[in-house]
């Protein structure tokens, strides 16, 4: 039963533009989303969250937005860079635990 | 700035040994975490330790045990290696969740093929 779902396996943008990927979710008691990035024999590294109480949070070129009616978060990169492609995982965090559940990734290319 | 290591990133094993994957995290964190990564599956949760000697079961625990003997340090133990074992194992590691920002921090990988 996969709770948090990506259902973009891949997405290709070209330099400059926006990119948006995708999260679904299933269980309204998580309290907190998080978005990781991951290079080929790397692990990954932490990029922007976002607590349920809000709706949109804001790092220079990344914003995440979610969408609680909907059980929908999306990450916004703009403009995107040949440097960000790699894998992108959301991530959400159950109430009073400190795990964290994860997508199956969605693979973004930017090509120039 | 923080640092999680993990003791290899490639091993390969036949069939039947026991394995053993180290991850060593220097800051301090109480929660460490052992994931795998597979093609389309994302990162699944193995094992969750919060304290020294504590650990708790994840979403895919079968084949594995784990060892936490000290609050640095995280071993995930596979105890007759499996071919259907074969993947990429990432070791995480978190402060206590006080503000709700379970921020992990993840270690490089141990790509572990078994023939």
């Known amino acids: 039963d996969q709770q948090v779902k990506q259902n973009s396996p891949s997405l290709s943008v070209q330099e400059g533009r926006i990119s948006i990927l995708n999260c679904d979710y299933t269980?309204?008691?998580?309290?907190?989303f998080l978005w990781y990035k991951k290079y080929p024999a790397e692990g990954p590294t932490f990029l922007i969250s976002?607590?349920?109480?809000?709706d949109k949070n804001e790092d220079g070129r990344f914003t995440v937005f979610l969408n609680k009616s909907a059980k929908h978060l999306s990450l916004h990169i703009v403009p995107s860079q040949p440097g960000d492609s790699a894998v992108y995982f959301c991530?959400?965090?159950?109430?009073?635990?400190?795990?964290?559940?994860f997508g199956t990734g969605t693979r973004l290319q930017v090509f120039p | 700035d923080v640092k999680v290591t993990q003791s290899s990133r490639y091993l390969v094993k036949r069939t039947g040994e026991k394995v053993f994957l180290e991850c060593v995290q220097d800051?301090?964190?109480?929660?460490m975490f052992w994931y795998r990564q597979d093609p389309g599956l994302g990162l699944r949760l193995i094992y969750f330790?919060?304290?020294?000697?504590?650990?708790e079961k994840g979403d895919i625990p079968e084949g594995y045990s784990v060892s936490r003997e000290k609050k640095e340090r995280f071993s995930l133990i596979l105890e007759s290696a499996s071919t259907n074992q074969t993947s990429m194992y990432l070791c995480?590691?978190?402060?206590?969740?006080?503000?709700?920002?379970?921020?992990?921090?993840f270690g490089p990988g141990t790509r572990l093929t078994v023939l």
């Open positions: 800051m301090d964190h109480e929660n």
């Open positions: 976002i607590s349920s109480i809000k």
């Open positions: 269980n309204s008691m998580f309290d907190y």
């Open positions: 330790s919060y304290d020294v000697k504590m650990k």
């Open positions: 991530a959400a965090s159950p109430h009073n635990t400190d795990k964290l559940i």
């Open positions: 995480a590691s978190s402060l206590v969740g006080l503000a709700g920002n379970n921020e992990q921090f």
